[in-house]
């Protein structure tokens, strides 16, 4: 048995070691950042430690417009992407010709490049010299007025935001949901048919269940996942997201390092933390509420 546990440290090893070079020692180094003051990349030297950086940060109007909009897009786009995916996965399941070449279509956002897909939200949203875009082509025929939701109102860049990260992010979640919908006992199924229980009922009661530790994954993974946005903001707004009014977090923390207002590694650690703060807090709230919603067969 002695022998069994050396070896199997042994295999570890490597994985230890790659664990603690990019992440263990990053996290270290990025906490320690956090709390020097006035601290100079150059010369490696600091004025003090305290908790300067945090508070200044905190009172930094464009960490708090990040913090807003980043609470937003998470707020909106996990639930919006995780129910739309549910019922796309539902209807998937429920179709037997075409499915894989159906299957294929919703999974091709998923494999197309970030950007270019964000240069394709931009010309169906962003008003030109030749057209208005074809949205607001929508709008003018549906009787509206044309919106700029690349450069206009908040809101309206804020709503192509969101349906940007929902259309990227739908794709994987399809592909687990149906994968999870397909793997339900079909026993459970024929059992209810046989007591003529209702589709909404067989939903709520067989297959919701049967996916749940699937859609937990896919809340978790979503939450995690919209705090760490940036690139979406960048491919729709371009890199002077401060000026456009919607920086994300993450954008924030990269700016302070390398943007207009770079240079600032001990700021950016900061926000760093916080934003490690707050993406812990969240998953272990859904943790908690996962024990007596989440049904392991």
């Given at each position: 048995m002695e022998n069994n546990n050396r070896k199997?440290?042994?295999?570890?090893?490597?994985?230890?070691?790659?664990?603690?070079?990019?992440?263990?020692?990053?996290?270290?180094?990025?906490?320690?950042?956090?709390?020097?003051?006035?601290?100079?990349?150059?010369?490696q030297t600091s004025f003090g430690t305290g908790w300067y950086n945090f508070s200044y940060v905190l009172h930094d109007t464009y960490f708090l417009q990040a913090v807003k909009n980043t609470m937003l897009l998470v707020v909106i786009t996990v639930p919006v992407s995780t129910v739309l995916a549910i019922l796309i996965a539902l209807g998937l399941s429920s179709i037997k010709p075409l499915r894989k070449?159906?299957?294929?279509?919703?999974?091709?956002?998923?494999?197309?490049?970030?950007?270019?897909?964000?240069?394709v939200f931009m010309i169906l949203f962003k008003p030109t010299a030749y057209s208005d875009?074809?949205?607001?082509?929508?709008?003018?025929?549906?009787?509206?007025?044309?919106?700029?939701?690349?450069?206009?109102?908040?809101?309206?860049?804020?709503?192509v935001l969101c349906?940007?990260?929902?259309?990227?992010?739908?794709?994987?979640?399809?592909?687990?949901?149906?994968?999870a919908i397909a793997s339900v006992d079909q026993s459970y199924y024929n059992a209810a048919k046989v007591d003529g229980t209702s589709s909404f009922r067989i939903f709520y009661k067989i297959t919701l269940p049967m996916i749940s530790p699937t859609i937990f994954y896919l809340v978790i993974t979503g939450f995690i996942g919209a705090f760490k946005s940036y690139s979406d903001a960048v491919a729709l707004f371009g890199t002077d997201l401060n000026a456009a009014g919607m920086n994300t977090i993450v954008g924030y923390v990269y700016d302070m390092l390398y943007g207009d207002s770079g240079g600032y590694p001990s700021y950016a650690s900061a926000a760093a933390i916080i934003l490690f703060v707050i993406v812990l807090t969240i998953t272990v709230i859904n943790l908690l509420v996962s024990r007596k919603h989440v049904y392991y067969s």
């Open positions: 199997a440290w042994l295999y570890l090893l490597p994985a230890i070691l790659f664990l603690a070079a990019f992440m263990v020692y990053p996290l270290i180094d990025v906490f320690i950042y956090s709390f020097e003051e006035g601290y100079n990349f150059a010369s070449l159906y299957q294929t279509i919703y999974f091709l956002p998923y494999v197309t490049n970030t950007l270019a897909v964000g240069l875009g074809l949205v607001n082509l929508l709008i003018n025929w549906f009787g509206g007025s044309s919106v700029d939701f690349i450069d206009g109102p908040y809101w309206a860049k804020m709503f349906f940007y990260t929902i259309w990227v992010v739908l794709p994987f979640k399809i592909l687990l949901l149906t994968s």
